[in-house]
């Protein structure tokens, strides 16, 4: 552990809650003999919760006290630093770790009945030999199908660790024939890389979602494979991709960037500068890329992006990212919980900080991107350079010497409008009540099988008119009220998400992104960009 950051951890959390956390220095592990009272004399919070503990007129859940009042003064400090319950803190971290122990299925619930949608590559359920489309109906020859199934009782039954194996009775999704198949309970991989494939004979396209221990690993795997399928250009996706690790963020630009050029550095008031240097290991040190970034890009992926950006790498093409340019380390606790606390800033290569204001307090700053929507910035580039706080600022350079700006995100080289059509209330309402992938299930699986690979699915199938009308009467059984402007808007969107849902359900993510990308502006402008 860092000198510094053991240093805030404790002047914050003792204040805080009142519990002494036995992080001395160089010590990874904490000490129990710390937690039972406090030891800063004038600990008046952790006095407080004492006296609630002790004499409140009701039973009340302290733990729970204390996790509201540690997450109170967390978010004075900055946005990103918060408290994270147990349940909180284990699912972020087994996203990030790159994968968990249970049977390795996505399932929808239709009719009171599971319905498996994906399964998991090299996972348990796969190896069963159970795939996408099945029905349970028995779970350990006790009826599950139609016993008011609700998303919280399967839950229990797949993370419930005393299920060291489910015996599945289904109905298969073609012949619907009845089979048994044995699961039992092992690890499933999560990769970090979403999609990747040949996006023309010589350019390839990987799309990440997260930055995850495992995702240089992963994403050199994707990198050697595409070269060996010809791949001398490429196109990163990182659009929606929140971030995640810091040395995985700086091992990604490594793979891109020559010996000694620096990468990004970090510091704060009690964290002296660090500096991350590209080393000579990299996949790809050579080849044209672009990286796709939009408004929910952030943290880890505006490091990648900045460092590209600064050092000439890559064109960046989308929209000015999130603006998180705070370094957090987890401290956690015997309990399970834990606090991400902010113990730097980073910067990129040209002395760039991405980090945007919070200075009008946390509901300002979580209103930010819903003010950048009324302000017209995600339609119009122009909006951006006419912001008084890019006229104040003396611009930062990159080495070929072009104008780059700091001002919360990374700023695109090429600007790509958002698409108003894929953002109206009706579609947020098809996705959220599962309406594409439960209309997959029960509608377009004989299409889907007359189809023998995604390619000729990609590039021959389109949802017809017929298809369309269809999906709208199916879901108006459960969107009651459509607005029918909404649905003009959204026809192609609609229809494009359709298609894509239905090719994901037969071949995965990959043939998901494919079909999206055909019709995405920005992914023909990186093609564009770099052909």
């Not at 978010?75 to 319950?85: F, G, I």
């Not at 494979?225 to 700086?250: S, W």
């Not at 705070?326 to 990129?348: C, E, H, I, K, M």
């Amino acid at each position: 552990m860092k000198k510094g950051a053991g240093i805030i951890f404790r002047s914050v959390i003792l204040i805080l809650i009142g519990v002494a956390i036995g992080l001395l220095i160089g010590d990874n592990d904490f000490s129990s003999r710390y937690l039972d009272e406090p030891t800063v004399k004038n600990d008046k919070l952790a006095k407080v919760l004492q006296l609630v503990r002790q004499n409140y007129v009701d039973s009340i859940n302290v733990d729970s006290v204390e996790g509201v009042a540690a997450n109170n003064l967390l978010q004075n400090l900055d946005p990103h630093s918060v408290y994270l319950p147990p349940k909180q803190a284990q699912a972020i971290n087994e996203k990030l770790e790159g994968g968990f122990n249970g049977f390795g299925i996505e399932y929808q619930l239709l009719r009171d009945t599971l319905f498996i949608t994906q399964v998991y590559p090299n996972g348990p359920a796969q190896k069963a030999g159970l795939v996408s489309g099945d029905a349970i109906i028995d779970i350990n020859n006790k009826k599950f199908s139609g016993t008011n199934l609700t998303t919280d009782k399967v839950d229990n039954m797949f993370t419930d660790e005393t299920n060291k194996q489910l015996a599945f009775n289904v109905i298969t999704p073609v012949d619907q024939h009845a089979k048994a198949f044995t699961v039992k309970r092992g690890h499933v991989d999560l990769s970090s890389i979403d999609a990747y494939y040949m996006a023309t004979p010589i350019i390839g396209y990987v799309k990440i979602s997260k930055f995850a221990s495992t995702t240089d690993n992963d994403f050199r795997h994707a990198l050697v494979d595409l070269k060996q399928k010809g791949m001398k250009k490429l196109i990163l996706d990182i659009r929606g991709n929140g971030g995640g690790y810091l040395n995985t963020a700086t091992a990604m630009a490594n793979e891109f960037l020559t010996k000694g050029q620096l990468i990004v550095y970090t510091k704060g008031s009690h964290e002296q500068r660090t500096d991350y240097f590209a080393t000579d290991s990299g996949v790809f040190q050579q080849g044209k890329m672009a990286v796709l970034i939009d408004e929910y890009s952030a943290s880890a992926s505006e490091i990648l992006a900045g460092a590209l950006q600064d050092l000439d790498r890559a064109v960046i093409i989308g929209r000015r990212s999130f603006g998180k340019g705070l370094v957090q380390q987890q401290f956690p606790f015997d309990d399970g919980s834990a606090v991400n606390l902010t113990v730097a800033r980073y910067y990129t290569p040209s002395g760039r900080s991405i980090q945007k204001s919070y200075s009008g307090g946390i509901d300002n700053y979580h209103n930010e991107l819903s003010n950048r929507l009324k302000k017209g910035e995600l339609f119009s580039a122009r909006s951006n350079m006419n912001d008084s706080l890019f006229k104040q600022q003396s611009p930062y350079h990159t080495l070929s010497g072009k104008q780059v700006y700091s001002h919360g995100g990374i700023m695109p080289d090429i600007f790509i409008p958002a698409d108003s059509s894929e953002d109206t209330q009706l579609i947020q309402e098809l996705d959220d009540n599962q309406l594409f992938s439960a209309y997959v299930l029960d509608r377009m699986q004989p299409v889907l099988s007359k189809y023998n690979s995604a390619e000729d699915f990609v590039n021959h199938f389109a949802v017809n008119g017929n298809m369309f009308d269809d999906f709208i009467i199916y879901a108006s059984s459960t969107i009651k009220e459509m607005d029918p402007g909404d649905i003009i808007v959204s026809k192609q969107t609609i229809k494009l998400l359709l298609k894509a849902y239905a090719a994901r359900f037969k071949w995965g993510d990959e043939a998901y992104f494919e079909t999206v990308n055909n019709e995405d502006p920005g992914f023909k402008k990186a093609v564009e960009a770099i052909k």
